[in-house]
């Protein structure tokens, strides 16, 4: 970082730091609610399983509850939600 700043300087530069996302970010709330959603199932499918019941998750209900917690927005961002 030194060496780039001094380059910076010697070309009477400005050096500027910027995080550029990798996603939209409707793609990066959607990732978020997705893992939100996995854990709570993975959670469940635990306690389902230490109660001897196995209990299927499907895509099409996977998707629903992920578009519930987009359009509910309070749970995305809480930094005690495992996922």
Same mark, same amino acid.
């Given at each position: 970082?030194?060496?780039?700043?001094?380059?910076?300087?010697?070309?009477?530069?400005?050096?500027?730091?910027?995080?550029?996302?990798?996603?939209?970010?409707? $793609?990066? /709330?959607?990732?978020?609610?997705?893992?939100? /959603?996995?854990?709570?199932?993975?959670?469940?499918?635990?306690?389902?399983?230490?109660? $001897?019941?196995?209990?299927?998750?499907?895509?099409?209900?996977?998707?629903?509850?992920?578009?519930?917690?987009?359009?509910?927005?309070?749970?995305?961002?809480?930094?005690? /939600?495992?996922?």
């Amino acid at each position: 970082m030194s060496t780039l700043a001094a380059a910076a300087e010697a070309m009477d530069c400005e050096l500027v730091w910027a995080l550029v996302p990798r996603t939209t970010l409707q $793609g990066t /709330v959607e990732a978020q609610a997705a893992r939100i /959603v996995d854990a709570w199932a993975s959670q469940t499918a635990q306690s389902n399983l230490l109660e $001897g019941v196995v209990v299927e998750f499907s895509e099409a209900s996977r998707q629903d509850h992920v578009d519930d917690v987009i359009r509910s927005g309070r749970l995305l961002w809480r930094t005690d /939600v495992e996922g």
